[in-house]
């Protein structure tokens, strides 16, 4: 399913940049590796306010046109409701998110309980979607919208 590059050194991500067609920069290194860090899916705003307080220097023009960059490239996606400021995901595979509507936050399933989802969905309706509609899927984005009622349970 999906992974987060949590542990990301600059030949890791020159290389990744490259093998995607993108210039490496400084800039782009540190945007890419904070959203690659994240747990939760940061808008623009919130990730300048990360790379500013680590003292970068880099602009909030450069964090937008950035991560343009990287979904333009597949190595983000943008994930927008319609209603709020878009968020940023470094990890580009099929896997499920959760929106919290009291808080506007957004973050992924746990990765085996997405998995059973996903490994779940009929073939047959999707393949009848796509002979239906005359459409090729591509991948599937599930969003799970709601609100959080308690805690987390921690699952080993």
Do not use: W
């Amino acid at each position: 399913m999906h992974q987060h590059h949590h542990e990301l050194d600059e030949a890791a991500v020159h290389s990744l940049f490259c093998a995607h067609s993108l210039r490496f920069t400084r800039q782009r290194f540190a945007v890419y590796t904070a959203l690659a860090s994240e747990k939760v899916h940061p808008t623009a705003d919130q990730l300048f306010k990360k790379l500013s307080r680590s003292d970068s220097g880099i602009s909030l023009a450069t964090v937008y046109n950035t991560l343009e960059a990287l979904v333009k490239s597949g190595l983000a996606q943008k994930l927008a409701d319609g209603g709020t400021s878009a968020r940023y995901d470094a990890a580009v595979d099929d896997h499920l998110h959760i929106r919290d509507c009291a808080t506007g936050s957004l973050s992924d399933v746990p990765e085996a309980l997405g998995q059973k989802l996903l490994d779940n969905l009929p073939q047959h309706v999707l393949k009848q979607i796509e002979d239906e509609l005359g459409f090729s899927i591509g991948r599937v984005q599930i969003e799970l919208i709601g609100e959080y009622t308690r805690q987390a349970v921690e699952v080993n």
